[in-house]
T-cell receptor, first 110, second 114 residues
């Protein structure tokens, strides 16, 4: 079983739709969580950190469920520019590695 | 402020040759990480420097890979001799402190071994 697993893609959704990604992690000792976004042939860039209380940034909402060991990302009113690969990342304080999911590709269609 | 820069952006080499990738982290960032993404797979951790010291190199695939960080500034990742399976995108990232902080990534070096 992979340490970090994401929904397989691609997700093809119409512009304006709401889309949700889930990510599960296997190590209960995981301490911090992030969603990164990677555009085609570009480097990953931080989209949001994920806090225990959940957090929102404009159209994006991230939530963490420690009991079930998953995090989620919700995108409302999707835009064409949201098309990218979304990467779930988990950090273990014990060794400071970032453990990456394989990514979910999102395609927003006009 | 300059971000993380990597050189070269692309490299095509023949099997058996040597390639050296370079990463310049954000000034003042003690932590430097190397990652690799091979086609169709997830990004994998290679190693982590804290200043000039290797904190964790558990992700290095084999002894053909050698990473250095002279004086705790820029880092190099040498592959010698390169094999076909080494092809992929090599990302470098830096962060100012460990644990729960954002890592800033370079644009990556796309390595193709033919």
């Amino acid at each position: 079983r992979k340490e970090v697993e994401q929904d397989p893609g691609p997700f093809n959704v119409p512009e304006g739709a709401t889309v949700a990604f889930n990510c599960t992690y296997s190590n209960s000792a995981s301490q911090s969580f992030f969603w990164y976004r990677q555009d085609c042939r570009k480097e990953p860039k931080l989209l949001m950190s994920v806090y225990s209380s959940g957090n929102e940034d404009g159209r994006f909402t991230a939530q963490l469920n420690r009991a079930s060991q998953y995090i989620s990302l919700l995108i409302r009113d999707s835009k064409l520019s949201d098309s990218a690969t979304y990467l779930c990342v988990v950090n273990y304080y014990s060794n400071y590695q970032l453990i990456w999911g394989a990514g979910t590709k999102l395609i927003i269609k006009p | 402020e300059a971000g993380v820069t990597q050189f070269p952006s692309h490299s095509v080499i023949e099997k058996g040759q040597t390639v050296t990738l370079r990463c310049d982290p954000i000034s003042g960032h003690d932590n430097l990480y190397w990652y690799r993404r091979v086609m169709g797979k997830e990004i994998k951790f290679l190693l982590h420097f804290v200043k000039e010291s290797k904190q964790d190199e558990s992700g290095m695939p084999n002894n053909r890979f050698l990473a250095e960080r002279t004086g705790g500034t820029y880092s190099t990742l040498k592959v010698q001799p390169a094999e076909l399976e080494d092809s992929g995108v090599y990302f470098c990232a830096s962060s100012p402190s460990t644990g729960g902080t954002e890592a800033f990534f370079g644009q990556g070096t796309r390595l193709t071994v033919v």
